[in-house]
Every structure is written in C-alpha cells, then in structure tokens.
C-alpha cells in the first residue's frame, strides 16, 4: 500500500482516539467545574445569609459604631486566606446619621440591590458573586430614625473567586494527556497495521492484473470478481470498477486498429499512380492490414461494360495450390450467387502475392472468413465486389469486424474509382479524338493535325494537300427519310472516304455532311488525282430507301496545297473551303483548283484584318460583352463570361474573326488587358458579386508580366480573385504544356480559379484533369448540340460529368440552343448551361 494512504490511516486512527478519550476526559472536567460553580454559589449564599444574621443580632444589641467597625474588620479576616471577599456598603441614610465609612466602590449589581432591596446572585468570568441588602425592620427604627421599614440600610457582598479551581483542572488535562499519548499512538499504530494488511494484498492483487492489461485482448480478459478488500463499502466500488470495465470492453479499441483507420483515410486519395498502380497499391494495403489483424487475401472481382470479369486475388504470402483452389471456389461461388453477374460469362483470375519471399500455410474453407462488399452502377455500366479472407474469429469481434468493413469500403471505392476512371478515360479519349458518328477524326484534331502537317512539311520541305469536301444535296435526303437514314448514308459515306484515300491520308469530319482530307507529301498533280478517284467512289455509294428507291449523291470538292497556295493553316483551310463552294456554283459534282485571284482574296483579307485589329487597339474600340452562364438546377446566373469585341460604327465583330489575326501579329495580349480593365470597371460600378470567366489567349502564356499585370488591375479595382476564373483552351495549349503548368500553378498561388474550355476537342484532355487543380470543365459544345439527338454524344457527355463528379469539379455545357438540350442536362446532371437559349452576351450583366 503507498506511504500517503499508510500515514493517512495511522494519522486517522491517533487522532480519532485522542479525539475519544479527550472528549470523555473534557465532559468529566465539565462535569467536575460545574459542581463546583454550584457549590461556590451555595457557599457564598450561605456566607452572606450568616453575615447578614450575625449584623441583625449585634445591631439589635446597639453596638458602637467602633464596635461595628471591629466587627467588619474581623469578618474580612476571618475569610482573608480563602478564595471568598467580603465587602459590607453603608447606605446614605446610614452615612448620614453615623458617618462615612472607607469602602469599596459599588459596583451596578450593588446600586440595584440599593434601589430595589432584591437578593442577587451573579458570575463573572471565573468569580461568582452574592449581593444581599440588609433592609430595615421596625426595630431598626429605633436608632435609624432617617428611615422606615423596608429601606436599605446597607449591601454584603461575597464574591468566590473560581480561577484556582480552573487552574488546577488545566494542569490535571495536561497531566491526563501525556500519560495518554503513548497509549493512543500504540492503539493508533495497532489499528493502522490492521487496515493496511488487510487492504495491501486485495490491493496487490488489483494492481497486478491491471499492470498485466497491455492490449485491448488483455483488457478483454480482466477479471476482478474475485477481489476482496474487506470492507464493504470498499467492495461495492471494486464492483461497479467491474461493472465500467465489462461496459468498456464492448467499445474498446486498440491503439494500433485506431492509426490503422487514420491510415485508412489516406487510402480514399485516388491519385494517377493510384490509378496506373493499383495492384501494388493493394498489395501495400494487405501488408498494412496485417499489422493489425491477420488477413490472409484480398480480392476484386470486377465487370466493365460488356467485358468479361477480371478476378483479381491478392495474398499476404506465398499461398499453397490448395489454398489457391479454395480461394478460387470461394470467388466462383460469389459470381454464382450475386444476382448483378451472369454465370456463364468469361472470367479470368490472376493471383498477386505481396510477400512472395513467404510462405503461407494451407488453409481450408473452415478456417477462412469471407466478408464482401458490392458496388453496381449503371452510369458508367460498372460492377463488382471486392472481399477480404480473415480468421473466422475475427469476424466475431464486434471492433475488427467494424474495421474490416471500412476495409472493405476503401477496397470497393479504390477499385471501383479505378475501374470507372478506366472506363470513362477510354471512352473521353475517344470521342475527344473521333466523330461519334463516323468514327473519323473530329474538327478539333483535323485543326490539330492540320498544324503539325503545316510545321513538317516546312521543316523537310515537301508539298501536302488539303481537301474540304461536300455531299451534294444531302439536305433532301435527311429531310425526306429522316435523322436516322441520314446518319446511316453518312456513314456509308465516310466508309467510302476511308476506303479510297491512300493509307496515310488523314480523313475527318468537319461538321454536317462536310469532310476533310489532309493528304501528306502530295503536290498539285497527285492532289487532282486522289480528288477524281474520290469522285468515282462516290458515284458507287447507293442506299436502299424506305420507300423502295436508293438514294445517291455525289460531291464537290475544293483543294489546297501547302505551301503553294498558303502558308498557315487558317488561309489553306479557307482556300480550299472557297474551292469548294465554287466546285458548288459550278453546277456540284466537281473539282475545284485555286486560281492566282482567290489567293489575292485571301491576302486582302487578311491584310484587312491586320488593320482593322491595330485601329481598334489605336482608338479604344475594344469593348466587353458579357454572356450568361445559367445554374441549370435552379435558372440562377451568378457567372458571366467575358468575351471580347471590336465596334466599328454601327457593328460588333466578334473574337472569332479576328483573335488570329491578332495572336499572328503578336498583339492579343494587349487586347487581353485592355477587355479585361474594362470589365473590372464595369465590376466596381455595377457592384457585381459574381463569377466572371475570362477566356486567356495562348499567347498570353508567355508574357512573363501578364499575372502580375492582372494582379494590378484586380487590385486597382478592388476585385476579389476568388470571382475571376480563367480558361484555357485544350486544344490550343496543347503546344506548350510545360509552360501551361507553371501558368496555371501560378494563377492558383495568386488565388483565381481555373477552367477548361473546350474539354473533349483534343488530345491533352486526361493531362488536364491529372496535372492542373481544375475548378471547372467547360463541355466542348459540338458535343452538346445533337446531345437529344445522337446517342453516341449523350453518352460523351455523360461520362465527362460522371468523372467531374468524382473528381469534384462543376461542368459547364457550351452552344446550348434550345429547351430540349438543358432538359437533356438537367437530367444528367450538368451543373451549368451557356448558349443562345440561355442568353446572347449584351454589354452589361443579366440580371433574370
């Protein structure tokens, strides 16, 4: 037992014993002084009575007054070595017939008894006193002839003065209590060696079990029922410790299995190498699990769309083929029993061992626990179960058991994370590249390629051509047998194109029933020849009709040749555009080759622009349009995207007539702040709150000065960066993809948010959602135009949502255009919508 609780009995036990025998020795005392207060006041009463007497009888004998005298002065001796004084006072009728005597002073009792003749008797500390008047009787008269019956003529006072008798008392209690200590700290000691004996080995005992308890197992495992400390009260408290510890078992958990959870959080980080290594990923998390319980295997069984299932089992150890063939009839079983998987569909199973420098031991199906967990969606179609293969005891453990599921939940949201990013990355670098209709390339990469043909064929000097061709009078055959007989006689079309072209042709679809044809290493010549041999193709393409009929075409078909007739990509498109049109006016069904004026044309074109671009920056014609961006859930607009436009008289001429003009003639940047000062005034005056996008030209990429500038101008006109969102346009950055990471990196560290515009139109799009902190996807709007009308879209566009949500970034669909395309959004869940529908940009903000 420790010293504290030792002392505190002995010191206890001494004081509560010399507290007893003090107490019994004090009420003997009190006991003892009372009596004698009682007998000095008797002793006193009686004195006065025999003075009072004994004065009667010799004043009734007529003594002299020095008789008199001689008799108080024998009285006062006679008491003068006892602990009583008496003192006799002569009233004024008295002094007046015989003279004033020496006495003591009257004191307030002896006045009273004076005035009103009563006896009295009072203590005072430790002196008890009897006053008694001596009143006069009739024959008193005689000689006191100043005075009649009843008057006083004198007080005796006997005072008993007690102090000794008190002192004497003090002395015996000190005496009483030395000869008492020893006594009372033997007894003291006794009882104390008693207490602490009996308490020090139940106490043992406790401590020692508790001191055992290292782990909640142990903690599981104490027993203290047994454990008597000999007292009642003491017990009662052991038992309602017991009672606490058989509540704290249910809900303790070990120290380990909490980190092991804490770490577990960190498991729901779905990172890229999560997502490319998600084997050895797993592999960690088994190691890991096993710190903590034994777990012999985890494993995934997952279905992709219309894929056969992958059969994924990872080991702790090096399992043996036993075991291996349990664990395999145990996964075949769960494909048996789910009703989400079809039994007779293919599966394969692969084995993964995390520790293969070890050994595991042959487990049968009665020392394996399977706990499973199920995941089905139906956007994307995505399925699976994950499963973790425990001791049957855990399983029993209400605490593991808890822990095995939020296993189980990082399991199923880590494969199924990686199975559905899986899914929608294929499915968006497909269509991001392909029309979903033709399967051809899209506009954005025919632009693309069209690039990187133009700065080829420069670097090795060679000649390519350009073709843009038309169906002729496709109208009329969509319109009489409808959509779908008209997507299907595109499609035929473009087998043709496919068919025809050489092998390294590369073929798209521009839009509609336009196509592309970018044909490397080909010069005039070659061209003209690769354009009939297309011609006569077409005249073959026949399609049975609903009604019976076929229905025909033929085209027309413009060229271009690099780096002949143009230099950049823009002028050779527009070139052989023209030429096509003019194959066109030449009646269809033709070949049309530039001439030296349609060069001219475009030149002076351009030359137009360059001019018209300079004036506008010379003479402040550079002004805001701000169009709406709708939250699609509730028509609330709050967001506003800035674009820029010229005004010339009358007229706005919007960016996309000029923007390449002037990133050509490097002058986009000061373009960009001279819009963008302007809107952030407009911000300050009209008080606006909300979000404003800001479309960023690549060019501004490399002026080193353009954050700080803006950073300027945000501060100028007290903006909150927070509301200013930039957007960056895939395909456009796709050239300079280093520089755009430290761009967008510093854009974030200076606190605006960032966007993709045109998510979907080119190659770089998984770089984006990998590398860059995304706050918003801007839907490239080819996709969200024939959303309501082509399947192959729709479904584009869902996968993009569905990947924004689990990355947590909001969308926002481009070039919607009428109601039925934001019922389409609404119901997949596009956060945001823009387009003519919702509103066309206007010099100020909308306000709905």
């Not at 019994?24 to 000095?40: D, G, P, R, W």
């Not at 599981?220 to 058989?246: A, C, H, M, R, Y």
Request: hydrophobic letters at 40%; proline letters at 3%; a negative charge.
């Amino acid at each position: 037992m420790p010293k504290t609780l030792k002392n505190f009995i002995f010191i206890t036990m001494a004081a509560l014993t010399l507290l007893i025998f003090s107490g019994i020795y004090l009420f003997s005392n009190y006991l003892h002084a009372t009596l004698a207060k009682q007998e000095a006041v008797k002793t006193s009463d009686a004195i006065s009575s025999q003075v009072f007497a004994t004065m009667y009888q010799v004043m009734s004998k007529g003594w002299s007054r020095d008789e008199m005298e001689q008799f108080l002065a024998s009285t006062k001796d006679a008491f003068a070595s006892t602990s009583h004084t008496i003192d006799i006072y002569r009233g004024h009728s008295v002094e007046a017939l015989y003279g004033v005597i020496e006495q003591q002073p009257m004191t307030e009792n002896v006045l009273q008894a004076f005035r009103d003749g009563n006896k009295m008797i009072s203590q005072q500390g430790g002196v008890v006193t009897t006053i008694m008047p001596l009143q006069a009787k009739q024959e008193c008269l005689l000689c006191h002839t100043n005075v009649q019956t009843g008057d006083v003529l004198g007080v005796i006072k006997v005072s008993n003065d007690l102090s000794s008798i008190t002192r004497e008392n003090n002395i015996q209690y000190a005496i009483f209590f030395l000869i008492a200590l020893p006594f009372v700290l033997v007894l003291s000691f006794s009882l104390s060696r008693y207490v602490s004996r009996k308490l020090d080995k139940s106490i043992g005992r406790f401590n020692a079990k508790v001191e055992s308890v290292n782990s909640v197992k142990d903690f599981k495992n104490l027993d203290i029922q047994d454990i008597d400390l000999g007292f009642g009260e003491l017990n009662t408290i052991l038992n309602n410790v017991n009672s606490l510890s058989e509540k704290l078992r249910n809900i303790a958990v070990d120290k380990d299995l909490l980190e092991f959870e804490i770490r577990l959080l960190d498991k729901f980080i779905i990172t890229t190498e999560v997502v490319k290594d998600w084997r050895e990923y797993i592999k960690e998390l088994l190691i890991e699990i096993n710190r903590v319980m034994d777990a012999y295997s985890l494993f995934t069984m997952f279905r992709v769309g219309d894929e056969s299932y992958e059969i994924e089992i990872f080991w702790k150890a090096m399992p043996t083929p036993e075991t291996i063939k349990v664990m395999e009839e145990i996964a075949r079983k769960e494909i048996r029993t789910s009703p989400h998987f079809d039994s007779m569909m293919h599966y394969h199973i692969s084995h993964n061992v995390a520790q293969e420098d070890k050994q595991m031991p042959h487990l049968s199906h009665e020392e394996i626990e399977l706990q499973t967990k199920s995941l089905f969606l139906d956007t994307p179609k995505i399925g699976g179960i994950v499963g973790i293969g425990v001791q049957s005891l855990l399983v029993q453990d209400q605490i593991r058991y808890i822990v095995i599921e939020g296993i189980l939940t990082t399991l199923i949201n880590l494969v199924g994370s990686v199975k559905a990013i899986h899914k929608y990355t294929k499915d968006l670098e497909y269509y991001a590249t392909r029309d979903p209709l033709t399967t051809l390339f899209n506009q954005r990469v025919f632009r693309d390629l069209l690039d990187y043909e133009i700065k080829r064929a420069g670097q090795h000097n060679y000649q390519f051509a350009v073709f843009v061709i038309d169906c002729d009078n496709f109208k009329p055959i969509n319109d009489r047998y409808g959509h779908s007989f008209g997507d299907k006689f595109l499609q035929e079309f473009a087998d043709i194109l496919e068919a025809t072209k050489r092998p390294e042709d590369i073929a798209a679809r521009y839009g509609g029933d336009e196509f592309t044809l970018i044909l490397p290493e080909c010069g005039e010549r070659e061209a003209y020849h690769e354009a009939e041999k297309l011609l006569k193709a077409i005249e073959n393409l026949s399609l049975p009709t609903p009604d019976g009929g076929h229905a025909q075409t033929t085209i027309s078909l413009g060229i271009a040749v690099y780096p002949d007739h143009a230099t950049t990509s823009k002028e050779l498109f527009n070139i052989a555009d023209g030429m096509m049109y003019r194959a066109k006016r030449a009646g269809k069904n033709a070949i049309s080759f530039p001439e030296e004026k349609d060069i001219a044309e475009v030149f002076k074109e351009t030359q137009n622009k360059t001019i018209l671009v300079l004036d506008a920056i010379k003479h402040d014609k550079i002004v805001p349009h701000f169009q709406p961006i709708m939250r699609v859930m509730d028509g609330d607009v709050s967001i506003h995207e800035l674009l820029m436009r010229i005004e010339i008289e009358d007229d706005m001429i919007s960016a996309g007539e000029f923007i390449e003009i002037a990133e050509s003639i490097g002058v986009i940047h000061k373009m960009d702040y001279i819009v963008i000062e302007k809107a952030f005034k407009k911000i300050k005056e009209t008080g606006y709150e909300g979000l404003l996008f800001i479309n960023l030209s690549p060019k501004s990429l490399i002026i080193g000065e353009f954050i700080d500038k803006i950073s300027e101008l945000v501060y100028q006109y007290e903006i909150d960066k927070s509301n200013i969102v930039f957007e960056i346009t895939e395909r456009e950055t796709v050239k300079s993809f280093a520089l755009l990471e430290k761009f967008v990196q510093n854009l974030k560290i200076e606190g605006f948010n960032f966007a993709i515009d045109d998510f979907g139109s080119g190659f770089s799009t998984f770089h984006y959602i990998k590398k860059f902190p995304i706050d918003y996807i801007k839907i490239d709007g080819e996709f969200i135009l024939n959303l309501h009308k082509n399947n192959k879209d729709l479904a584009f566009v869902k996968s993009i949502v569905a990947l924004a949500k689990e990355l947590e970034v909001e969308t926002v669909a481009e070039f919607v255009e009428d109601e039925e395309a934001l019922n389409f959004l609404r119901k997949i869940g596009v956060d945001y919508a823009q387009g003519y529908h919702i509103a066309k940009p206007g010099e100020n903000f909308f306000i709905r």
